[in-house]
């Protein structure tokens, strides 16, 4: 136990700083950044099984949404908690385990632009995808590499923290809304609470091997 501490505290206090604000405004941005990775998770999936985006929504109260067109539905709409949860892990793992923070972070940034400029909208969200992609790529250029370190970590956290609390929120805990599981169910068959709780087994296990093989003996960033 000691040796874990000594390895990781910096990983516990910043998975403690997220919990104790997550209800309040301060984490929202970040909140909205995972909702946004949801359904970026929805975009990618449809784009690879051959369908086409219409059009992709946002809104403050940490909505979101994704018309399109063909595609395999099952997998798109199976990619939004499932798709952001691996985008999350990914992140967090290139900040951990590599030195390519800086370029990582970069790609997540044009891909934010990228993904605003051609299937985005609504003004807050065209704002809240170019500003944050922008962020993103001029923290890369002018900051310290360790701050492009951080900011995959606090990412890639979010997501590991958000998606499964979001899962059992929308599919379990109140099965009766409009969610990507209720849309599962009455296009496949089965339940919501159903897809929902597959979907939250395995978000579970994934964040599970994640932080059990992935860490290594040691996660912290060397202070200077």
């Known amino acids: ?46 784009l690879l099984t051959g369908g086409e985006v219409l059009n ?19 997998l798109s709409l199976s990619a939004g908690y ?29 891909t934010l632009l990228a993904v605003t400029v051609l299937y ?3 003004p807050f969200a065209l704002v809240f995808g170019a500003g944050t992609g922008a962020a993103m790529l001029l923290a890369t250029k002018y900051l310290p590499r360790d701050v492009s370190d951080l900011l995959l970590r606090v990412i890639g956290l979010a997501c590991m923290i958000y998606v499964p609390l979001d899962i059992y929120s929308d599919t379990i805990a109140r099965g009766w809304l409009h969610s990507d599981a209720r849309m599962l169910a009455e296009e ?32 912290n960033i060397r202070l200077r």
């Open 1 to 46: 136990m000691q040796a874990f501490l000594r390895g990781h505290w910096q990983l516990l206090l910043l998975v403690a700083a997220i919990a104790l604000l997550w209800q309040t405004p301060v984490v929202i941005p970040l909140k909205l950044l995972v909702v946004f990775l949801h359904e970026l998770g929805h975009v990618l999936a449809v």
């Open 188 to 219: 496949f068959g089965g339940t919501t609470w159903m897809w929902g709780g597959l979907w939250l087994g395995i978000s579970v296990w994934v964040i599970w091997m994640c932080l059990r093989r992935g860490l290594g003996a040691q996660s």
């Open 82 to 110: 499932l798709g952001s949860l691996l985008i999350g892990v990914a992140l967090f793992m290139a900040a951990v385990r590599t030195r390519a923070d800086r370029a990582v972070l970069g790609v997540l940034g044009l």
């Open 120 to 122: 985005v909208r609504s």
């Open 56 to 74: 992709l929504t946002l809104d403050p109260m940490q909505g979101g949404a994704v018309t399109s067109r063909g595609g395999s539905r099952f």
